[in-house]
Structures are given as C-alpha cells and as structure tokens.
C-alpha cells in the first residue's frame, strides 16, 4: 500500500528524518511511534505531499506519490485546522468538495457520519462554539468521509474523553474490516496494543526499530516467565530464578501468581517441572513486554538498537 524508501529532511542545520524506510502493508493498521521531536510529524508531511523530502521516495499502491494519489488518503493533522467562523455542515462539506467529492454524495455522507456520530443537530453550529473534543469529532469525519483506501491520523485521540476515543476506536476497527489501510501516530500506547498490527519507531531522527508489533515483542523479550498454581505459597522458590519480578494471589482464578526472570528460555522447563512436583499448575508462559515498555526503553537509550532491525 505504502512503501517509503530512503527519506531524509531537513530544515537547516536540524535533521528531522535520516534514511528512512519501510512499508505499511495494505489492510493494516500501522503504529508509526517515537518521542517528540523524532520526526514522526515530517515524514507524515512528506508522505501527504504538504512539503517535500530533501532525498528519497514514496509510492503509494507501486506508483511514486502524486497530488492526485494524496486524493486517495485521509488525513488527520495533530494541529487542527477547521475555520472558527463556519458552520459545522458547510465546513465539512468544503472539505468534502476539496476532495473531490459531489455535493449530492457529500451531504448524504455527511449526514450518515453525523446520525452514526451522534451529532446531528450539529450542523448549524460555529465550529467556534464547539470544544476541543467536538471540534475533533468533526474534523475526523472530514478526514474518512471520502473513503479513502489509506488513513493517516496524527494524534487522533488528542482532546477525547474516554467515551469519544472508544467510539473512534470502534470506527477505526470497522474501516479497516472493510479494507482501509490506517497509519497511526500517537502516544498512547494502549491504543496502539489495540488497534495495530505492525509498528515503525523513529528514534533521534533514524528508524530504530519495524515489523509485525508480535515480532517486535519477542525481539525484546527479557526471559521472563509466570506460573499459576493452587494450593498452599510456595516455601521456596526455583534457584533457576535470577530475580523475582512479582509474587501475588489471583483472587479471580483462586491461584498463586509467580513471576520471574530466568537466565534464558531453557531454564524454563526446569522451573515448570519445579512447580509442577509440588502444586497444581494452571498456567504458564513467558511474559512479553508491551509496546510502552519497548518504546520507553528506547526513548531512554535503555536498549542496544545495533540488535534493532533498521
């Protein structure tokens, strides 16, 4: 769907993306994450053709990208950019037409968003009037109401309550069951846990890290494994064990929860067959890090990215 190859920016003196590439895969929903300041927001541009890259290429569906290509893409801008003194229906149906769209299939689909948004006596509004959240509501009605086959969101959930963000996650879900592609920037990891199946990071300027987010978890796996058990607390603990991460009981499931890290995955049968002589195991399995847990390990240097795929 989207292919980035070997893209560098810079404004000055400050380079923004050095060498970047990979691709996003047709019918996937894409993490692209880093810190602030990673150049996440740069590439977007290029990407949307707002400015161009000092070096490298993008291709959208095989063909180098084109202002007439960008017409297939929805994008959502973290700053946003609705005019204050317009109407809601009238701004919407602007930026409908600016896409291309006819006036008679933008009100239809306009008014379908607006009944499945819950914001149908919203029309008549000034977008001035709205908050933060409705105002955003809005302009990601704007940003899908063409169809396009590939959605960038920068931020999206950016001024939601929790109620807002669910249903735009739900939205984001339903489109790409019908085929969009999505590309995701966000800080908020649990988002990401949810709705990507791959994810890119950039890191000071430089792709640090890209793949399945699965893959991506057990490249950083750090040996650690957790064993259920009933019965009475362990006495002891195995010697295999180089640290005890945690040690609790699962009220829910009636058990003893046991985690620990291990010097490497072989010990693990060693520690299973330890518990298992002694109590009723009802669960085992090595634990993998979250996406956060990954991306502040990085965003701290806390990790070797020489081993990182790039």
């Not at 999206?156 to 489109?175: C, Q, T, W, Y």
């Not at 603990?237 to 058990?255: M, S």
Request: proline share 4%; aromatic share 8%.
């Amino acid at each position: 769907m989207l292919r980035i190859e070997d893209v560098s920016k810079s404004y000055g003196e400050k380079v923004a993306i050095k060498n970047i590439s990979f691709e996003v895969p047709k019918g996937s929903t894409f993490g692209l994450l880093g810190p602030n300041g990673a150049g996440k927001t740069s590439l977007i541009r290029i990407i949307n053709q707002i400015q161009p890259a000092d070096k490298g290429e993008v291709f959208f569906n095989n063909e180098p990208i084109t202002s007439h290509l960008v017409n297939q893409i929805g994008y959502l801008p973290e700053e946003r950019g609705l005019y204050k003194k317009m109407k809601v229906g009238e701004q919407v149906l602007y930026l409908a037409r600016l896409k291309g769209m006819s006036k008679a299939d933008a009100v239809v689909q306009i008014k379908w968003w607006f009944e499945r948004l819950g914001i149908t006596d919203w029309w008549t509004k000034k977008v001035e009037t709205l908050s933060k959240g409705m105002q955003q509501k809005v302009q990601f009605i704007a940003t899908v109401l063409h169809k396009p086959s590939l959605i960038i969101l920068d931020e999206p959930f950016s001024g939601f309550d929790p109620v807002n963000a669910e249903i735009v996650k739900n939205e984001l879900l339903r489109m790409k069951e019908e085929g969009a592609t999505i590309m995701l920037s966000t800080h908020r990891m649990e988002s990401v846990e949810e709705l990507c199946d791959h994810i890119a990071m950039i890191h000071n300027s430089e792709k640090v890290l890209d793949g399945k987010i699965a893959d991506v978890k057990r490249q950083f796996k750090r040996n650690e494994f957790e064993v259920k058990y009933r019965g009475e607390k362990l006495e002891s603990t195995p010697e295999e064990a180089t640290e005890i991460i945690t040690e609790n009981y699962d009220e829910e499931h009636q058990a003893h929860v046991l985690q620990m890290r291990l010097p490497g995955d072989e010990h693990s049968n060693k520690v299973l067959q330890f518990v298992m002589e002694q109590r009723q195991v009802i669960g085992f399995g090595e634990i993998l890090p979250s996406v956060e847990e990954i991306f502040v390990d990085i965003a701290k240097d806390n990790v070797n990215l020489t081993s990182v795929s790039k």
